[in-house]
């Protein structure tokens, strides 16, 4: 069996040792003569998994008492709406960073719901740097200030975080959750798509501080009220039960197999280290984005021609490098090293780029 190295920017590659055990409980589920997927989400078995991904995220994140977790659907697309939905209910304002193609939806999304200001934007440069911004322009009674904490198409992260006081601040975190321990208690929400480093895609996780919950717009509905879901374990209706299944098994492999969040941190920065320090030397391509705001996760890079970047994608591809393309709204190349890229991936794939440069260059 051949298993190639996953590039893409999500869905991604999944911890192997993960799939092999979902695999070995594919038609069992430990005795119990079934598959997970076939299982009742009220049963007890099912239960004791959802309880257990929860209470591993908990434990992995060192999430405080008054947050609450939610399993939830609709992508981190649907929470673009969701959190204006709930979260817009004072002044009926909010502000925004404009980092990259999915800050800007969130903040478009918000506008249908109340004023919404973009502080600071890096659109001039093509999203490939985070921007300054002043304090003083900050919305003093905003209900929240949105941020997309790493920025999966441009490769850009935060490094500092916005100073909004009593305001709020609301992350996503789609692209790096899990991949360094985070301060849960500086957040009013940080909200994820599962589909780069928790899980498969079919999952959005939220984890909301209580005081958030329970404010939602009367003509919210039902199903995008967080107070509902929070209310009933994740359950008030079907959650996507096999994709937290997955996720559960992931957060044993990242305690197990990784020893938690700062090992991750290491070993991810060990990976990113070794592409970028090729990259800021090679005589051939080279990064997108300046030191200071560079993404662990995302690397883009160019060669500069767009004929010498396509000749480089299918190489690769043909040596079992896939999905390294570029995302279409920037070109060239882009690498996505979440969790489950194997140091080897990484390794090999440097070794690569110097023999194409050796000869192309
Ligand atoms: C992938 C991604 C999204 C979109 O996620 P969906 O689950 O497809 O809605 C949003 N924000 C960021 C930062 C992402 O990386």
């Known amino acids: 069996m051949a298993r190639v190295y996953n590039?893409?920017?999500g869905p991604s590659m999944l911890p192997e040792p993960v799939l092999a055990k979902a695999a070995q409980q594919m038609l069992d589920y430990e005795g119990t003569g079934q598959s997970v997927m076939e299982m009742s989400h009220r049963s007890k078995e099912y239960e004791a998994i959802i309880q257990e991904c929860e209470s591993l995220l908990r434990e992995t994140l060192s999430i405080p008492e008054n947050y609450k977790v939610l399993f939830l659907q609709g992508g981190a697309s649907s929470q673009f709406a969701?959190?204006?939905?709930?979260?817009m209910n004072g002044s009926g304002r909010a502000d925004f960073l404009l980092t990259g193609q999915w800050a800007v939806k969130a903040y478009q999304e918000a506008q249908k719901f109340g004023q919404c200001k973009a502080v600071a934007s890096s659109k001039d440069k093509t999203f490939s740097y985070i921007p300054q911004w002043q304090e003083s322009e900050f919305t003093k009674d905003a209900d929240y200030f949105h941020i997309c904490y790493n920025n999966t198409i441009y490769g850009t992260r935060f490094h500092k975080l916005p100073e909004t006081g009593d305001v709020p601040l609301v992350a996503d975190m789609s692209s790096c959750i899990l991949s360094e321990p985070v301060d849960v208690s500086r957040f009013g929400l940080i909200y994820a798509g599962a589909q780069?480093?928790?899980?498969?895609?079919?999952?959005?996780v939220v984890i909301v501080r209580e005081d958030l919950i329970?404010?939602?717009?009367?003509q919210c509905?039902?199903?995008?009220?967080?107070k509902i879901h929070a209310d009933n374990g994740s359950m008030y209706n079907t959650p996507p039960t096999?994709?937290?299944?997955?996720c559960k098994l992931v957060l044993e492999w990242l305690r197990d197999e990784i020893g938690g969040l700062e090992k991750m941190r290491q070993?991810?920065?060990?990976?990113?280290?070794?592409?970028?320090?090729?990259?800021d030397e090679s005589s051939l391509f080279r990064p997108t984005v300046d030191k200071p705001d560079r993404s662990m996760m995302n690397i883009p890079f160019v060669t500069g021609s767009k004929e010498m970047d396509a000749a480089f994608v299918k190489a690769a591809q043909d040596h079992g490098f896939i999905n390294l393309k570029g995302h279409r709204s920037v070109g060239g190349m882009r690498a996505s090293l979440y969790n489950a890229m194997p140091l080897a991936?990484?390794?090999?794939?440097v070794a690569f780029m110097r023999d194409f440069e050796r000869t192309h260059g």
């Open 214 to 218: 329970g404010h939602a717009r009367p």
């Open 242 to 246: 096999y994709a937290i299944y997955i």
């Open 221 to 226: 509905p039902t199903m995008m009220d967080y």
């Open 7 to 9: 590039f893409s920017a």
């Open 345 to 349: 991936g990484v390794e090999k794939l």
């Open 82 to 87: 969701m959190v204006p939905l709930n979260l």
């Open 267 to 279: 070993l991810n920065l060990q990976k990113a280290n070794l592409l970028y320090d090729f990259l």
């Open 196 to 204: 780069k480093n928790m899980g498969p895609a079919g999952l959005t």
